[in-house]
């Protein structure tokens, strides 16, 4: 008989419904190797918390997080509240021997990283990072095209993650943009999603040459707006990013995050150009990914816009789905992400990205604020 | 306290497993009007019918679908099967007071077409045909556009279905291709679909010239490969099919649906033009749509690919999913038919398409048949 | 010494311009066979046929088109004049002993387009119908690639010309509109473009199923309006047109012309479907073609955006142009086209499409038309 | 009577070919302000030059450009050369008061360009360097977009120019990858140009933070090619260059200029963020422009894609060409320029960009090549 987990998922808003999609999700359309149980789910204010129980399909509902990483009934942890709760979380859980999923970013600094990782690790317990990302399946058949030499030498990795909803100035002050919550705010949130990316990809950052910067220095604050009134507060966090940098093997690399490009809604926009090949990802069309041969006949090379959608093994995830060209969501980035999760607990293997590679993610957020501040190229 | 309906399904495979999906996730998502219970699931085989309870979450298994339309503990039934089934299971349903969700094609014939809609008004029951993709954000957005004038005049309306599976002659005869099954191969399968967009979007098919064809006039029987064999078997089918047209108003149309243009995966390619704007649709980019609008500057006139992904009531069912540009997928469209269908249900209302609509799809197909054999104009 | 061909040109309007520019820069571009003066050109109006002779860069000017077609000093004569004069002067430059170079639409009528061929052959004198979209790099490639058998078995044609000037039911009644200048309307002018690719890149039509219609029956005459006054002529030409057909070798055909459709300028869109790969062309991106392999391996096909634009022969006619990604313009299909003209001018030799492609094409449409008369098919 | 200007061109290969075309075309489709006669072409090999006359168009030719800048015949000097002979010869004519085209980059340093500056301001000739893209209607309407206020406050300034034909090793070691000549390879030759649309579009550089590049420290100098040996030769400039940068109004920008990113071709890509709305263009689609504008209706916002091809002065150039969607080509860029460059000389006014800008071009191209050499910002 399969083993069964019994699941604690602590938030239950943005990624609280996307994490409890996934759960559901997972078990119907992937063969996990465990059964999982969607068992208690954790919020602050009680009357909240209940009604997500109810309606993200939970068994039980808390507001005390200790219940659920102390709960021997209890075998996954799932941390889907702000960074600045993930450090207290995830080492009580690690103590506790529960397996870990943790949302990104990862900590609001290196340090509670290395201490996440510490614990993670000493528990020995499986331990992930939800960079969803990682697991649509064009990033997939890009990890197999690069894998296989057929970008030859690489020469540039280029990113942007590029939104809008900021570009209003009237967009409030929440907990996106508050220092203690976010640790870097958009810098932390999005540019946290491509520097996964190039490092799953391409290889690590090395060195980085960085400009954090806000460009509105204050904003109506959530919680005034939420009481009818309009008190400003200090957007203390970068609303804006970009760096250049060096990564293994000699690649050029160019990052950008930002909220203020008007009519780009979640363009998350890969380039990655070899000696023999390229490759183009965006995500607003995520099941597509485009691929220039350099080995195709000379008059006939071209970017291929390859519909990921293929079953019979052709191409990763699909095949549990739909036909080809009936394309999948944002939401499945997260189904895929669980099963592998739940696949990997279940045999005790690690999981990537684990927490080693969050806090390598964390210690190049971190390189990119050092060298905004210095004026000068800042070491990873 | 909401009332809660509960739902029979006959048919487990494709269509079986996007309508589970959807009864179980349209509760999670939207907030309907009465609770459903995915009570029992029916097919031929009563092993695999297990597994495809256990799997697809139904409560119950059944073998005999008479069992479910008899039944009283079930409220709704939901008509999974292929085409040649649709008639008399809908027939005996509504007979029984069941609310039925009908999959297309519609019938095997306008005959049985006009009996399954006889059925079910004398029945006084709700009435749907799963025609799931009026429910894409981007084809309701459309559907906006011009109900609201923007295109003003319309003079063509153009639709291509196309996929690409049987450019390869050793694809399979399977149910799809044989006549008894299917009534009218890939043009009851895939035209049916956009003359539906069609009727929804412009208006009805007022004559047609048609041409219904046979590519490859052999293909190995499904059944015959499974044992390892090569039995060869008549396509008596069309595999792909074409018609010109005029709708009312004097709407020219165009459509053309084939499952042998390699590379289209599931293209299904709208474009209205009218005297004051236009509109582009294609599924393998399901979230945007395509707006030209003549009254924009002249200097700045353009096919705005619009992202169909905005909230607070800006664009349609986007609202209960995720953030603007935070794509849905194939399977969103059913769960969005399906929430419309509880809440019709619950209201004791009409919901489109009904099995009228399914009528004049059907004579619509019919006439585009006649066309065809005799070479000349056919009424619908 | 290379020999030098004078060149009389009939006509200073629209295609006027575009091969007089094409005349002054295929010597430029091309290294050709033979020289060429541009000797003479001729219009109605002589103090119009002035300008334009020193705007485009003749040397000298007449009103008398038979001047040119009888001069001894005249090698070539260029017809670029409404179609309903094309008959008359091509048969006289033919008997005169002059190569043509005529504008399309061919004709205005099978009969016609019969004695043009006839004359010409007797004359034994090079003769070339100006249907300047064959020359396209990204068309010759598409021929190439269809040539090496890389689509296999052939089972679509699908083109669409579409235009938008006439959705302003004020667009006037001008010569392209009037049935004694244009013989057909928009299907002569445009239909026979997508026809001749048809014919190019696929094969003959053996039959067809045509609508040819009229969406605004009358217009204001462009006589009038140039007079400052609104008087309205009744359009007896089809201002659009759709057909079905068969081809060489069951190829289905699906082709349709419009001037209709708001936002598409000069859309001359293509798509061919075979066994083995597709193509897809829109000239509105002219420098690109999309090839789908079916051929690249099973997890990496998709449509390759090839830029026609390479050097080194690698890509037709764009080595003597400028390097990779520099495009080319509209104009440029005529410089290739009197750029092929000319050297088999120069040799003597035939060179597509010839006058016999001319019938070809207007058989097509005199069937389209005979179809839609009729409402039912015809054969070409 | 109209004056006539005579021209002497120094430089035959690349641009002297396209400006040749230029000098050719514009009288063709301009209503210049005065006449234009090639006069003399220059160039070093006497036979070369010589060919080059002929085929380009000149009426004479020499291998002495002083000749040129000397001759009282001579009223326009076109300078398209290798950029380390710009200045000399810039000087010179300045100095017997020729209105001056130079070709970018301006210099090969920034003292240069502050003399070339002074020279031709001391003279009072027209001076304007040859950054053709400006001449793109696509981007004279983004210029015009951005004046009329359509983008709002401007957030985000991002380019790239990427090409590929350096991802091959094998590529020859040529004058644009030497010091001497090029002043600083791929940085100079093709950041120079987004430079200048930076510039032109958006505002000034005020500081920025740079990062210089050699991908391939060796390749096969040109000359030993010619000779059929292989000898090596150190590529001592820049062959990748990117940087980061705040512009005038607290404009956050990211360049990069490469040629290792295969299948990109000529791939100017450039992106504008506002307050208010977006542009979008790449120079592989020239013909478009594509446009957010946030003040649309919230449900139908999106990137039009507006064909830059209106007449009837709707958009810039494209009424003395071809009807709408009858797309220009690289070419035209020079002939705008020229058209517009006669125009200046016509009437004594200065012409857009002007000498002025090429010095502050060198000025951010040199402060990058500061900051890369220090590791940290520099003014410009």
Known sequence: MAKTFRVGMIGYRFMGRAHSNAWRQAPKFFPLKANVELHTICGRNAANTQ???????????????????????????????????HAEIAIAAAKNGKHILCEKVFAVNVKQAEQMLAAATKAKVVHMVCHNYRRIPAIVLAKKIIAEGALGR???FRARYAQDRLADPEFPLDWRLQKDSSGGGVHYDINSHIIDLGRYLVGEFKQVLGLVNTFIPERPLAESLAKGQRKMGKVAVPDSAAFLGWMDNGVMANLEATRYALGRKNHIEIEINGSKGSIYFDFEDMNALKFYNGADPADRRGFREIQVTERDGIHPYVANWWPPGH?????????????????????????????????KNQQVLAAVEESSAKGKWAKV
């Open 51 to 85: 009604t997500a129980r109810a309606q993200l399909g939970w068994q039980h509902a808390t507001t005390d997080w200790r219940e659920i990483v102390e709960s021997p009934l209890i075998d996954i942890v799932d941390i889907s509240v702000p960074p600045d709760l």
């Open 327 to 359: 394309g999948l969501g944002y939401e499945h980035t997260f189904v895929h992400t669980i099963a592998d999760f739940v696949n990997a607990c279940a045999e005790g293997k690690s999981v990537q990205p684990t927490f080693e590679d969050g806090l």
């Open 154 to 156: 690489i020469y540039h």
